[in-house]
């Protein structure tokens, strides 16, 4: 049973970067993209972005600016990077995997495995 | 890519509630669909327009034609309580879109 494991900062003053990782176990880390969303209290989700393990990246634009995935092969883990945070970026955020057959990395079989999700504050 | 979902649909139990996606040719796209618990990570429930994952009951499905997606749950009950997000893949842009989220209430 595949399982997302993610940790990073909880609490952040303004300007400062969000970090977070997420690790993966119980399964593959090849032939997935890897993927962020977050959810604002109270609102729904965002897509914040994606990394296959050959490091290709897909980011949402509204975020990109200030925003780097990338991943650790050798220790089955992707991370997120979002610089110069403001009180808009609080929410719980979640790592994810899409799910893909024949070991073909994929968008058509939607996100299976989740993680527990990391709430970040950021406050001053 | 902006996806609109309704805010809310109200159903009684053991009826069928409906749950709408719509966007610009959203049947073109890769549609998925997810059911998020209060203090949990979403749930994939239908992937690409209408098949459900392991596990995930029949009474869950989904279609989409034009510019609207459907999200169909037969025989609701108590436990269907939660709320749901249409998610696209825009290959044309390589992004995702999520839709608002509807909260569905067990009358």
């Known amino acids: 049973q595949v399982q997302l494991q993610q940790w990073g900062a909880g609490l952040l003053k303004p300007s400062e970067t969000l970090s977070l990782t997420c690790a993966v176990s119980?399964?593959?880390?090849?032939?997935?993209?890897w993927t962020w969303i977050r959810q604002p209290p109270g609102k729904g989700l965002e897509w914040i972005g994606e990394i296959n393990l050959s490091g290709e990246t897909n980011y949402n634009p509204s975020l990109k600016s200030r925003l780097n995935i990338s991943v650790h092969t050798s220790k089955s883990q992707f991370s997120l990077n979002l610089s110069s945070v403001t009180a808009a970026d609080t929410a719980v955020y979640y790592c994810a995997r899409w799910d893909s057959r024949a070991g073909v990395p994929s968008h058509y079989y939607g996100m299976d495995v989740w993680g527990q999700g990391t709430t970040v504050t950021v406050s001053s | 890519n902006v996806v609109t979902q309704p805010p809310s649909v109200s159903v009684a139990p053991g009826q069928t509630a409906t749950i709408t996606c719509v966007g610009n040719?959203?049947?073109?796209?890769?549609v998925h669909w997810y059911q998020q618990k209060p203090g949990q990570a979403p749930k994939l429930i239908i992937y690409y327009h209408n098949d459900r994952p392991s596990g995930i009951p029949e009474r869950f499905s989904g279609s989409s034609s034009g510019n609207t997606a459907t999200l169909t749950v037969r025989g609701v009950d108590a436990g269907d309580e939660a709320d749901y997000y249409c998610?696209?893949?825009?290959?044309?842009?390589?992004?995702?879109?999520f839709g608002g989220g509807t909260m569905l209430t067990v009358l």
């Open positions: 119980g399964g593959s880390f090849s032939g997935y993209y």
């Open positions: 998610q696209v893949w825009d290959n044309s842009r390589d992004q995702v879109a």
């Open positions: 040719n959203i049947g073109t796209y890769s």
